[in-house]
């Protein structure tokens, strides 16, 4: 897969994390020069964004909305994206519930990362990026995956013993990749 330029990787649709209705709390102008703002989560690949919100609009945290190019119902434009930091307590609350509910939303594609995830290095394997997956448990998948594709979640859960919720594990990797830019392999969040 070819690297692109996080800047060019741009999201259709976004999942509000917080609604701010006169903008942020530090901004000191008087509040009819103030804008509503939403801070949110690209459903595609983990950006977080700045929204401004077209006057009037209803806004539901949790919301799926439209950001991408042409006619947009609640979002004037995107303002910019943001680091992990500069999210709202609240929207840092919501945040692993939205990630884990795209997670389960686009299954099928989460599932085909157990079954196409390969050595990074000679001692290192995506499989062991994961939360709580070390070697043994590793091993377990590559073997189990050799006798068939996994199909599901639950199957994966049923095939391999001691994995439970194994959407939880992808969506805890997400969360790292987003609060973390450092971190060195990125294989879900852009």
């Known amino acids: 897969m070819p690297m692109t330029h996080t800047t060019d990787i741009k999201e259709e649709y976004a999942?509000?994390?917080?609604?701010?209705?006169?903008?942020?709390?530090?901004?000191?102008?008087?509040?009819?020069?103030?804008?509503?703002?939403?801070?949110?989560?690209?459903?595609?690949?983990?950006?977080?964004?700045?929204?401004?919100?077209?006057?009037?609009?209803?806004?539901?945290?949790?919301?799926?909305?439209?950001v991408g190019k042409g006619e947009r119902d609640i979002v004037k434009h995107v303002e910019k994206r943001l680091k992990y930091d500069e999210l709202t307590p609240s929207a840092k609350v919501e945040l692993p519930y939205i990630i884990e509910k795209i997670v389960r939303e686009n299954e099928a594609k989460y599932v085909e990362f157990f079954n196409a995830a390969q050595p990074i290095t000679t001692r290192l394997h995506m499989l062991e990026l994961l939360p709580g997956i070390g070697k043994k448990m590793m091993w377990a998948i590559i073997d189990e995956r050799k006798k068939g594709k996994f199909r599901s979640f639950a199957e994966i859960e049923a095939r391999i013993k001691g994995l439970h919720h194994p959407e939880k594990l992808i969506a805890k990797r997400i969360e790292q990749e987003i609060q973390d830019e450092q971190l060195k392999y990125r294989m879900f969040a852009r």
């Open 15 to 66: 999942y509000i994390l917080d609604f701010l209705p006169t903008g942020h709390a530090e901004d000191t102008r008087p509040i009819h020069l103030r804008k509503p703002l939403a801070q949110a989560l690209g459903a595609e690949h983990f950006i977080l964004l700045e929204l401004s919100v077209k006057e009037g609009a209803r806004v539901e945290i949790e919301s799926k909305v439209f």
